[in-house]
């Protein structure tokens, strides 16, 4: 996504959404059978090196950008645990 839109994408929606009762079926979804859903939405700005980079082929590049997608999903875990305990 990235490598298409280039310098035109700033930033990205980080999207939370937390089953406290339990991961729900798709019929459950479909059915409306689920009574409590925990959301949590932020804007994500996306670093300017990162922006219109070649992920297939510029292994520094890659390696960086992986470091930074993965520290976002520490940070997404310990959301989704401090969301289920509340």
């Keep these: ?3 298409a ?3 035109c ?3 990205a929606l980080d999207v939370t959404l937390v089953y406290p009762e339990g991961v729900p ?7 409306g059978h689920i ?10 700005t996306i670093p300017v090196d990162f922006r219109g980079g070649d992920y297939e082929n510029d292994a520094q590049y890659r390696h960086r ?3 930074w ?10 959301r989704i645990s401090s969301m289920l305990n509340s």
């Design 1 to 3: 996504m990235l490598s």
């Design 9 to 11: 994408m700033q930033s």
């Design 25 to 31: 079926s798709l019929v459950d979804l479909a059915c």
């Design 69 to 78: 997608i993965g520290e976002l999903w520490k940070a997404k875990d310990v």
């Design 65 to 67: 950008f992986q470091s």
């Design 5 to 7: 839109l280039g310098p």
């Design 35 to 44: 009574r409590h859903v925990k959301i949590h939405v932020q804007e994500c």
